[in-house]
């Protein structure tokens, strides 16, 4: 998928998948208790990536995440590597999509935390969130997310987020501590899956963060 600034004509930044690794896109599976490659990553890396560079960010060394990503084919998916992430909460996706030359409205992250897989340095970034409930997600559920993301604005993911809060249910039960923070809004939609809308705040970042937990 190709866009153009409507400016100048040239063509618009691609976005970045920011993918947490151990937990999201290697895990263990629950019936072999081994660790294996995030169902249909095969399939939906190459289709997703008509749209999204791919990259990893992840508190384990480039070495070791080299080593795992390749042991279970998904390294050659990947435009790079971000190793050694140690942040408090978050991880920097503001100086990682800087140093791609990528767009932060046009970029997501996937994780399977909540402290740990929100941008650290930015609040444009949404975060999708994988194994929060127990129940299994594979690669073509995150792809169908990000196409009803699209649905909803094309060029810029946090617009879309909140027009999907428009016409979902409240969920005002919800709110409460998690994760050291504090969700201060949710809603519950049902789009072929069931999902969850988030804002999220913690008192060492600024701002809300967006997240769509989607297991």
Not at 122 to 135: A, F, H, K, M
Request: with cysteine; aromatic share 6%.
């Amino acid at each position: 998928m190709t866009s153009e600034n409507a400016i100048s004509g040239e063509p618009a930044p691609m976005g970045l998948m920011l993918w947490d690794m151990a937990g999201t896109l290697v895990s263990i599976d629950p019936h072999t208790g081994k660790p294996g490659p995030l169902p249909g990553c095969d399939v939906y890396l190459p289709e997703l990536a008509r749209e999204f560079r791919h990259v990893v960010t992840t508190g384990d060394t480039a070495v070791e995440a080299r080593h795992t990503l390749g042991a279970h084919e998904i390294l050659p998916h990947l435009d790079r590597i971000f190793a050694d992430l140690h942040e408090p909460v978050g991880k920097p996706y503001g100086r990682v999509i800087e140093e791609m030359g990528a767009a932060a409205d046009r970029s997501l992250a996937v994780g399977d935390r909540m402290r740990a897989d929100v941008g650290s340095d930015t609040d444009r970034v949404v975060s999708i969130l994988v194994g929060q409930e127990g129940r299994p997600v594979n690669a073509g559920m995150i792809a169908y997310m990000v196409h009803i993301l699209r649905r909803q604005s094309a060029a810029d993911f946090l617009t879309a987020f909140h027009h999907l809060t428009i016409t979902a249910m409240p969920e005002p039960e919800d709110i409460g501590p998690r994760a050291g923070g504090e969700v201060v809004a949710a809603w519950r939609r049902d789009d072929g899956f069931p999902y969850r809308l988030l804002l999220w705040t913690h008192p060492e970042l600024e701002g809300q963060r967006a997240l769509i937990v989607i297991s």
